[in-house]
């Protein structure tokens, strides 16, 4: 891996935890309305699946991982006005948090119907592949929403076609309050993988390292025609669900545990040794993301709230007026 | 030409996929079998099975990937083998393809039509008789359509093909082999959101569409002497044709809704009730409906009797309505 | 018993199929289930079993025919009798719950019912109101509006929809015939038929501005368009009234009292049959002499004049006009005259009453042609043949005063229709 690679890993993983801290804040001083959900803790996940994505790649993320937007080129500016739902964020104002989504950086919005993105990652995995084209669909869900059955349709069908798609399910243990024990009967939910006809692989979801190996046989076997990868990353969230949650169901040790395989961290120790004068980039690095971060509130803020009126609009492509 | 409706709909494929080659068709058995009724015969053959796709039993796919197709610039076209399965899909429909444009802010569109086979007289039981337009005339960023002639059929179905919105498209599947017209044999396109005005009259205005426009139109020639009924052909039951609802009930002063689904919660009273709204000073009599009881479709031909509009029932309620 | 074989229905939007291939003729013995023929429609073939053990007595479709779904296609015998129809099931006694209780196993095993709540009393509910004496009176929102728009008194206007109700078309038609635009042009704002304000006290030194009722509106315009419509010319007579005097006076005695009004109208009556021309109207360059004969009698209201109509008149005693005449009386007071009642007259008779003075010239109540008007009934000195010798007597003398159309009834007609009447009224003889 380059320097450039290495260091520009640092910066998101940064530029993540920097965002994410933000938002939060800004949660707590009553500024966003609606619920927010944290990344916090998942960030090496985001990253590892998309550093290496091309531009027209898609990626079809869960309403955790805004980390996955800018990764992908999202403008942080709007993206922080989307999240204060102003009319310059990507909804217009029309959706909360990440459920409006950035086509012109092939990042499609979430929905709260978890694995409903799924069957549209598919579709547009098919296109890519009727079409001959070159380019890959990545498909976010929790392990909470393998359970649903939109879930089950998608990777069916991507099995049949063997589309160029990687499912990626970030397994945190807890959908919301239920833990996995609950969610499903089995370990790894990627065993699944075989039952639809393509591979599962189980990574660190903590351990960029572990991430980006594991997405990269992914990409691979879907740009190349062997169809899809369930990509199952263990990883934990910090926060709770929501903000607003304050997580009782989950024990302080089990917290501390995780905060101990802190991707960020794991990235510091390994910079170290790779003798990067590790001080002097977290400085820069603090310096560059704070500023991103600060100017994208700024322009958030200064973004006004859509008007009333404008509830009608973008309903129709081609709307058919009274007259 | 003559044609049957269910050709009329096949030939709106057939040439909207000749035409434009990012028009692909989804559902279960619409490629090799050539449909459940037939509608898709010789697709699969003239496009190939990447454009004509056998998908697994799996609605609530068929539309999603239809989105996902949709937002990469194709324009799918995903089958219900029979419409009261659409309820499988409701999700994809109402939460993904109708909020597609509106939550991104108008970033994109989904141009997709989710066809299928609806209505009743078939003796099809509860899952294959069902009038499902009322669940998504109440969802904004749809389009709604219920053809009741072949002509109409064909020019709608290409209509909605082309159109960037995502279009549910109710074929009646009592009609389909039973009408039988002349259409053009060049080629046309009936527009989405215009009612047809099937017969002119100044007593009395019926408003219907889908399978009982038949029953309304023999309705109105065998009492041509008695009474001069108005006849309006909605076509799209979403976004309604209100120019052309207004101007009859002005001329007329008195309605009578007719459409198969149920009476409750039909979109009969959403049209009651605007004109109620809308034309009050301009009417002479109560708004009437005639629907299905609100009941299953039942299966038994003495229940499916009891249940459906008939040519019975709707001439009862014209001359009742005429004589108010 | 002969059985049919009928085509089936292969699919359900399958409404007909071609018999491709008879495996059986005629004659031959076939058993239950054994193929019979083969059929093709546009979604499948199919070869289809017999219904019955027997003969094939008859094939009816041919091979290549397309025959609809259900027609018969060939016949079968059978050994077997016509089965019995099935007998209807007893019908289930309702289950009572009563006496049953819950059905089935759940009898033995429900617990004893929870004490209900306390029952709340519903309040008493305030009596219904009594319904409205008399029919209903419907008015639609547009005819309301109409109404309003033209200043109509829909009271007016017959109702030719349920129960009488002035439907949209009859006010259209209405207005057709009053000669006005059936609808009103858009530029024109809808008057409010509300009150009249109220006139302020009247002050010496200034005009009072009262503005038009909707009755008085009507009443306007009809007059007027009367007068342009109908060259108007009036002829008098003036009538001995001294035997009908004697009627009414004997009636008094039984009890029943009677004005000269329906004497007159009995005299009319009889008069139009012999002088038709009095009953008609003009169409366009026609005269429409009328069959029936619908008095109207002219009643002075509150609201103004209204002239309801005795159906058939020529058909009714005199006891029966009477009655009629008292009738409208009554309910003209009460306001319950009925756009039924004020439909179709084909002459009037007006009677202005105790202060109506000797004569007057009254106005033609379109579309009819002609009109008659009673004076008030003054005793005077009058010269009659007492034995071929002049004599003077005090007799009760009313003058009658016939206004006509001239366009269709000319002088000579109209003379000779007033002098029949008094004759009639004279003669003093008023059976059918």
Same mark, same amino acid.
């Given at each position: 891996?380059?320097?450039?690679?290495?260091?520009?890993?640092?910066f998101?993983?940064?530029l993540?935890?920097?965002?994410?801290?933000?938002?939060?804040?800004?949660?707590?001083?009553g500024?966003?309305?609606?619920?927010?959900?944290?990344?916090?803790?998942?960030?090496?996940?985001?990253?590892?699946?998309?550093?290496e994505l091309k531009?027209?790649?898609?990626?079809?993320?869960?309403?955790r991982?805004?980390?996955?937007?800018?990764?992908?080129?999202?403008?942080?500016?709007?993206?922080?006005?989307?999240?204060?739902?102003k009319?310059?964020?990507?909804a217009?104002?029309?959706?909360s948090?990440?459920?409006?989504g950035?086509?012109?950086?092939?990042?499609?919005?979430?929905t709260?119907?978890l694995?409903s993105?799924?069957?549209v990652?598919v579709?547009?995995a098919?296109?890519?592949k009727?079409?001959?084209?070159?380019?890959?669909?990545?498909?976010f869900?929790?392990?909470?929403?393998?359970s649903r059955?939109?879930v089950?349709?998608?990777?069916?069908?991507?099995g049949i076609?063997?589309?160029?798609?990687?499912?990626?399910?970030?397994?945190?243990?807890?959908?919301?309050?239920?833990?996995?024990?609950?969610?499903f009967?089995?370990e790894?939910?990627a065993?699944?993988?075989?039952?639809?006809?393509?591979?599962g692989?189980?990574?660190?979801?903590?351990?960029?390292h572990? #991430?980006m $190996?594991?997405?990269k046989?992914a !990409?691979?076997? +879907?740009?190349?025609g062997e169809? %899809?990868?369930y990509? /199952?990353?263990k990883?934990?969230?910090?926060?709770g669900?929501?903000?607003?949650?304050?997580a009782?169901?989950?024990?302080?040790?089990?917290?501390?545990?995780w905060?101990?395989?802190d991707?960020i961290?794991?990235?510091?120790?390994?910079?170290?040794k790779?003798?990067?004068d590790?001080?002097?980039?977290k400085?820069e690095?603090a310096?560059? #993301?704070? $500023?991103?971060v600060?100017?994208? !509130?700024?322009? +958030?803020?200064?973004?006004?709230? %859509?008007?009333?009126? /404008?509830a009608?609009e973008?309903?129709?492509?081609?709307p058919?007026?009274e007259e | 030409?003559?044609?049957?409706?269910?050709q009329?709909?096949?030939?709106?494929?057939?040439?909207?996929?000749a035409r434009?080659?990012?028009v692909?068709?989804?559902?279960?058995?619409?490629?090799v079998l050539?449909?459940a009724?037939?509608?898709?015969?010789?697709?699969?053959?003239?496009f190939?099975?990447?454009?004509?796709?056998?998908?697994?039993?799996?609605?609530?796919?068929?539309?999603?990937?239809?989105?996902?197709?949709?937002?990469?610039?194709?324009?799918?076209?995903?089958?219900?083998?029979?419409?009261?399965f659409i309820?499988c899909g409701?999700d994809?429909?109402?939460?993904?393809?109708?909020?597609?444009r509106?939550?991104?802010?108008?970033?994109?569109?989904?141009p997709?039509?989710?066809?299928?086979?609806?209505?009743?007289g078939?003796?099809?039981?509860?899952?294959?008789?069902q009038?499902?337009?009322?669940?998504?005339?109440?969802?904004?960023?749809?389009?709604?359509v219920?053809?009741?002639?072949?002509?109409?059929?064909?020019?709608?179905?290409?209509?909605a093909?082309?159109d960037?919105?995502p279009?549910?498209?109710?074929?009646?599947?009592?009609l389909?082999?039973?009408?039988?017209?002349d259409?053009?044999?060049?080629?046309?396109?009936?527009?989405?959101?215009?009612?047809?005005?099937?017969?002119?009259g100044?007593?009395?205005?019926?408003?219907?569409y889908?399978?009982?426009?038949?029953?309304?139109m023999k309705?109105?020639?065998?009492?041509?002497?008695e009474i001069?009924?108005?006849?309006?052909?909605?076509?799209?039951i979403?976004p309604?044709?209100w120019?052309?609802i207004r101007a009859?009930?002005?001329?007329?002063?008195?309605?009578?809704?007719?459409?198969?689904?149920?009476?409750?919660?039909g979109?009969?009273g959403?049209?009651?009730a605007?004109?109620?709204?809308?034309?009050?000073?301009?009417?002479?009599?109560?708004?009437v409906r005639?629907?299905?009881?609100?009941?299953?479709?039942?299966f038994?031909?003495?229940?499916?009797?009891y249940?459906?509009p008939?040519?019975?029932?709707?001439?009862?309620?014209?001359?009742k309505?005429?004589?108010? | 018993?002969?059985?049919?074989?009928?085509?089936?229905?292969?699919?359900?939007?399958?409404?007909?199929?071609?018999?491709?291939?008879?495996?059986?003729?005629?004659?031959?013995?076939?058993s239950k289930?054994?193929?019979?023929?083969e059929?093709?429609?546009?979604k499948?073939d199919?070869?289809?079993?017999?219904?019955?053990?027997g003969v094939v007595?008859?094939?009816?479709?041919?091979?290549?025919?397309?025959?609809?779904?259900?027609a018969?296609i060939?016949?079968?015998?059978?050994?077997?009798?016509?089965?019995?129809p099935?007998?209807?099931?007893?019908?289930?006694?309702?289950?009572?719950?009563?006496?049953e209780?819950?059905?089935?196993?759940?009898?033995?095993?429900?617990?004893?019912?929870?004490?209900?709540?306390?029952r709340?009393?519903?309040?008493?509910?305030?009596?219904?109101?009594?319904p409205?004496e008399?029919?209903?009176?419907?008015?639609?929102?547009?005819?309301?509006r109409?109404a309003?728009?033209?200043?109509?008194?829909?009271?007016?206007?017959?109702?030719?929809g349920?129960?009488?109700?002035?439907t949209k078309?009859?006010?259209?038609?209405?207005?057709?015939?009053?000669?006005?635009?059936?609808?009103?042009s858009?530029?024109?704002?809808?008057?409010?038929?509300?009150?009249?304000?109220t006139?302020?006290?009247?002050?010496?030194?200034?005009?009072?501005?009262?503005?038009f009722?909707?009755?008085?509106?009507?009443?306007?315009?009809?007059?007027?368009?009367?007068?342009?419509?109908?060259?108007?010319?009036h002829?008098?007579?003036?009538?001995d009234?001294?035997?009908v005097?004697?009627?009414?006076?004997k009636a008094?005695?039984t009890?029943?009292?009677?004005?000269?009004?329906?004497?007159?109208?009995?005299?009319?009556?009889?008069?139009l049959?012999?002088?038709p021309?009095?009953?008609?109207s003009?169409?366009?360059?026609?005269?429409?002499?009328k069959?029936?004969?619908?008095m109207?009698?002219?009643v002075?209201?509150?609201?103004g004049?209204i002239?309801p109509?005795?159906?058939?008149?020529?058909?009714?005693?005199i006891?029966e006009?009477?009655?009629?005449?008292?009738?409208f009386?009554?309910?003209?007071k009460?306001?319950?005259?009925?756009?039924?009642?004020?439909?179709?007259?084909?002459?009037?008779?007006?009677?202005?009453?105790?202060k109506?003075?000797?004569?007057?010239?009254?106005i033609?109540?379109?579309?009819?042609?002609g009109i008659?008007?009673?004076?008030?009934?003054?005793?005077?000195?009058?010269?009659v043949?007492?034995?071929?010798?002049?004599?003077?007597?005090?007799?009760?003398?009313m003058?009658?005063?016939?206004?006509?159309?001239?366009?269709i009834?000319?002088?000579?007609?109209?003379?000779?229709?007033?002098?029949?009447?008094?004759?009639?009224?004279?003669?003093?003889?008023?059976?059918?």
């Open positions: 891996m380059t320097e450039q690679k290495e260091r520009e890993l640092y998101w993983l940064r993540i935890r920097e965002f994410e801290n933000r938002v939060s804040a800004l949660d707590k001083q500024k966003i309305q609606g619920g927010v959900y944290s990344g916090k803790g998942q960030e090496a996940v985001v990253v590892g699946v998309c550093h531009a027209d790649d898609w990626i079809f993320p869960l309403h991982d805004l980390g996955a937007f800018l990764v992908k080129g999202a403008d942080p500016k709007r993206l922080m006005a989307q999240i204060l739902g009319r310059d964020g990507f217009k104002g029309k959706d948090f990440l459920h409006g950035d086509f012109s950086h092939c990042i499609f919005g979430a709260s119907m694995g993105t799924l069957p990652a579709g547009t098919y296109k890519f009727i079409k001959k084209e070159d380019r890959v669909a990545i498909a869900f929790g392990e909470g929403a393998s059955g939109d089950h349709e998608a990777m069916n069908f991507a076609y063997k589309l160029p798609v990687v499912f990626v399910c970030e397994n945190n243990f807890y959908a919301y309050s239920t833990p996995n024990e609950l969610q009967a089995v790894d939910v065993d699944r993988g075989p039952g639809y006809g393509f591979k692989e189980v990574c660190s979801g903590n351990d960029l572990s #991430v $190996k594991a997405t046989k !990409l691979d076997r +879907a740009r190349s169809g %899809p990868t990509l /199952e990353c990883t934990y969230r910090y926060h669900h929501s903000e607003h949650d304050r009782t169901y989950r024990s302080e040790e089990e917290l501390i545990t905060e101990s395989r991707p961290e794991r990235w510091e120790v390994y910079l170290e790779r003798k990067y590790l001080a002097a980039v400085a690095t310096e560059r #993301v704070r $500023k991103i600060d100017d994208a !509130l700024a322009f +958030a803020e200064a973004s006004p709230l %859509p008007e009333g009126p /404008e009608m973008d309903l129709h492509a081609t058919i007026t | 030409m003559q044609v049957t409706y269910i009329a709909i096949n030939q709106a494929m057939h040439e909207e996929m434009d080659e990012n692909l068709l989804l559902g279960e058995d619409v490629g050539g449909g009724f037939k509608a898709t015969e010789g697709l699969h053959a003239k190939g099975s990447e454009r004509v796709v056998d998908t697994p039993i799996a609605e609530s796919l068929i539309v999603g990937a239809g989105v996902g197709l949709a937002i990469q610039g194709m324009r799918p076209i995903l089958e219900m083998q029979f419409i009261d309820s409701f994809q429909i109402v939460n993904m393809a109708a909020t597609l509106y939550r991104h802010g108008g970033q994109a569109s989904c997709i039509v989710v066809r299928g086979p609806c209505g009743a078939v003796h099809g039981g509860i899952y294959h008789s009038n499902p337009e009322a669940w998504f005339f109440h969802v904004p960023g749809l389009k709604v219920a053809p009741a002639t072949a002509y109409d059929a064909k020019g709608l179905l290409k209509s093909i082309r960037d919105d279009v549910i498209y109710l074929e009646h599947k009592f389909y082999r039973r009408i039988k017209e259409i053009p044999d060049t080629e046309y396109l009936v527009p989405l959101g215009k009612a047809a005005l099937r017969k002119e100044r007593d009395l205005s019926v408003i219907t889908g399978s009982p426009v038949h029953a309304v309705a109105a020639k065998d009492m041509a002497g001069d009924i108005e006849v309006i052909d909605l076509r799209t979403l309604l044709d120019k052309t009859s009930v002005a001329k007329t002063g008195k309605v009578l809704i007719v459409h198969e689904a149920r009476r409750t919660g979109i009969g959403e049209v009651a605007r004109i109620a709204e809308e034309l009050f000073e301009s009417l002479d009599g109560p708004i005639v629907a299905s009881k609100d009941t299953h479709n039942a038994a031909t003495s229940l499916e009797d249940i459906l008939n040519q019975e029932k709707i001439t009862e309620a014209i001359r309505l005429a004589a108010y | 018993m002969r059985v049919d074989v009928v085509m089936p229905q292969l699919g359900e939007s399958v409404v007909e199929g071609v018999v491709a291939k008879w495996l059986v003729k005629a004659g031959d013995a076939v289930d054994q193929s019979l023929v059929i093709s429609t546009d499948v199919a070869e289809i079993p017999s219904p019955v053990a007595v008859e094939i009816v479709a041919k091979e290549g025919e397309t025959v609809p779904i259900h018969v060939a016949r079968i015998e059978t050994e077997k009798e016509a089965a019995k099935a007998e209807a099931p007893p019908p289930k006694a309702p289950w009572d719950e009563e006496t209780g819950f059905p089935g196993a759940m009898a033995r095993r429900t617990e004893p019912p929870l004490p209900s709540p306390p709340v009393e519903p309040s008493k509910a305030p009596p219904e109101p009594s409205a008399g029919p209903k009176v419907r008015i639609s929102p547009v005819v309301a109409m309003a728009e033209h200043g109509i008194d829909l009271s007016g206007i017959p109702g030719t349920i129960d009488g109700r002035v078309k009859d006010v259209e038609d209405f207005l057709a015939r009053r000669g006005a635009p059936a609808t009103p858009p530029v024109e704002k809808a008057p409010p038929a509300a009150a009249p304000p006139p302020r006290p009247a002050e010496p030194e200034e005009d009072q501005v009262i503005p009722t909707p009755i008085r509106k009507r009443i306007a315009e009809h007059m007027v368009m009367s007068k342009r419509t109908s060259p108007h010319v002829t008098f007579a003036e009538v009234l001294h035997k005097a004697a009627i009414r006076a008094k005695e009890g029943v009292s009677m004005t000269y009004l329906p004497f007159v109208v009995w005299a009319s009556v009889k008069a049959r012999e002088y021309y009095l009953n008609a003009v169409a366009g360059e026609s005269t429409v002499l069959k029936a004969i619908h109207g009698i002219a002075e209201t509150d609201r004049l002239v109509v005795i159906r058939d008149a020529d058909r009714k005693s006891g006009l009477s009655k009629a005449v008292e009738d009386s009554a309910r003209a009460a306001r319950r005259i009925l756009p039924d009642d004020l439909a179709g007259g084909t002459f009037t008779v007006t009677n202005p009453g105790p109506g003075n000797l004569f007057g010239t009254p033609i109540n379109q579309p009819q042609a008659l008007r009673m004076g008030q009934v003054v005793k005077r000195a009058v010269v043949d007492a034995g071929g010798e002049d004599a003077i007597v005090v007799r009760p003398m003058y009658l005063c016939l206004g006509y159309d001239h366009r009834v000319d002088g000579v007609t109209a003379n000779e229709f007033l002098f029949r009447v008094r004759e009639i009224l004279e003669a003093g003889v008023f059976s059918l």
